[in-house]
């Protein structure tokens, strides 16, 4: 009897032996799991990370890959237009070389002597004379003309705001040009005033100019998407604008040029 309970009782010590083992194996088992779980979770956070930047990188690189295109059609534009004008170049220099008549007027030319110094005021008539006709020329029709091909309306007016940007800033150095001015005292006072207002109503018809090939651009557009079906008979229209004989400003100069002379 007491044989029995004694093997009875090391078989249920071997058995706790067993469950504390398993236990153990158990816990250790819940250790690493956990462990698992926090990695796939740490590894989860990384790969939403990971295609956040990607999902940017492609904005990115759709954004560059548009700007690429954008460069690379004006680049086409201004390689027709350089291709253009050097055509009409070359023809012209063809000409002038092939016509002796030319250079024979040019040898029969009196030869030019040195002018006396104008009055500042008829310099500044001449000067001011010279950049209106500057600004003149880049009128989106006139463009489109002396280049000899339909441009769209978006072309034209980016090349006549390119211009008109190069025209700006000569009118910042617009005082530059009347610097000797300062040796003639008597005039001194007077005209430097003068020439600020004038270069500031250049620089206000400029900017005006620009607004206008903008609206211009944007009505064009607008037509074109409000009326899609008529797009293939009409895709390069050109909104004409009546163009004036005279501007109030060429009038302000020449009611002044007629006042002082």
């Given at each position: 009897m007491i044989e029995s309970l004694q093997n009875e009782l090391k078989s249920m010590r071997a058995y706790c032996h067993e469950l504390k083992t398993m236990v153990e194996r158990s816990e250790e088992t819940n250790k690493l799991l956990t462990t698992k779980i926090n990695k796939e979770q740490e590894l989860k956070t990384q790969i939403s990370d990971l295609k956040q930047e990607l999902t940017l990188l492609e904005k990115t690189n759709d954004t560059l890959n548009m700007k690429y295109k954008r460069l690379n059609e004006k680049h086409e534009t201004l390689k027709i237009t350089h291709d253009v004008l050097l055509k009409?170049?070359?023809?012209?220099?063809?000409?002038?070389?092939?016509?002796?008549?030319?250079?024979?007027?040019v040898a029969r030319l009196p030869k030019f002597e040195v002018a006396p110094v104008k009055h500042p005021l008829d310099?500044?008539?001449s000067v001011t004379q010279q950049t209106l006709d500057k600004i003149k020329s880049t009128d989106v029709r006139l463009?489109?003309?002396?280049?000899?091909?339909?441009?769209?309306?978006?072309?034209?007016?980016d090349m006549s705001n390119k211009m008109i940007m190069t025209l700006l800033?000569?009118?910042?150095?617009?005082?530059?040009?009347?610097?000797?001015?300062?040796?003639?005292p008597d005039i001194n006072t007077h005209f430097f005033p003068l020439v600020?207002?004038?270069?500031?109503?250049?620089?206000?018809?400029?900017?005006?100019?620009?607004?206008?090939?903008d609206l211009q651009a944007d009505y064009v557009?607008?037509?074109?998407?409000?009326?899609?079906?008529?797009?293939?008979?009409?895709r390069h229209t050109i909104i004409i604008i009546p163009e004036e004989k005279s501007t109030w400003l060429e009038n302000f100069i020449n009611t002044f040029w007629s006042l002082t002379s």
């Open positions: 009409e170049h070359e023809q012209r220099l063809l000409l002038f070389r092939k016509d002796t008549r030319v250079i024979e007027r310099v500044l008539h463009l489109n003309k002396r280049l000899k091909r339909i441009f769209d309306m978006t072309e034209l007016s800033d000569d009118l910042d150095r617009f005082h530059e040009q009347f610097d000797w001015v300062h040796t003639c600020e207002l004038v270069c500031d109503m250049m620089k206000e018809m400029c900017t005006i100019k620009m607004t206008l090939n557009k607008r037509i074109k998407k409000a009326s899609c079906p008529t797009m293939n008979n009409n």
